[in-house]
Nanobody, 122 residues
């Protein structure tokens, strides 16, 4: 199985940047599709971005396209989420997940991290 641990969240002001990390253990991260999801209080967990494991194709939610970038470092067995131009509506707990294919549906992912809080003040 795969164990995932997110880090890098914090409190920032609108317009600032953060880089989240998702460190994997148990299996090489290169063998899994990895997705980032977020959940705000009282809201459903929503898809942010995903990256495939075969050729690394990426898929972004419209709300973050052009601002967020997903990348993976197979040597460090870590996936990153670079978040720029943060807005107050980006405030949420961010989770990384591993699965077979890089899709938006949460049900298609087998392993989840514990989440890291991102708070953007306006």
């Amino acid at each position: 199985q795969v164990q995932l641990v997110e880090s890098g969240g914090g409190l920032v002001q609108a317009g600032d940047s953060l880089r989240l990390s998702c460190a994997a253990s148990g299996r090489p991260i290169s063998t899994s599709a990895v997705g980032w999801f977020r959940q705000a209080p009282g809201k459903e967990r929503e898809f942010v971005v995903a990256i495939g494991w075969s050729v690394g194709r990426t898929y972004y939610a419209d709300s973050v396209k052009g601002r967020f970038t997903i990348s993976r470092d197979n040597v460090k067995n870590t996936v990153y989420l670079q978040m720029n131009s943060l807005r107050s509506e980006d405030t949420a707990v961010y989770y990384c997940a591993a699965g077979q294919i890089p899709v938006a549906a949460t049900e298609r992912y087998d392993y989840w991290g514990q989440g890291t809080q991102v708070t953007v003040s306006s």
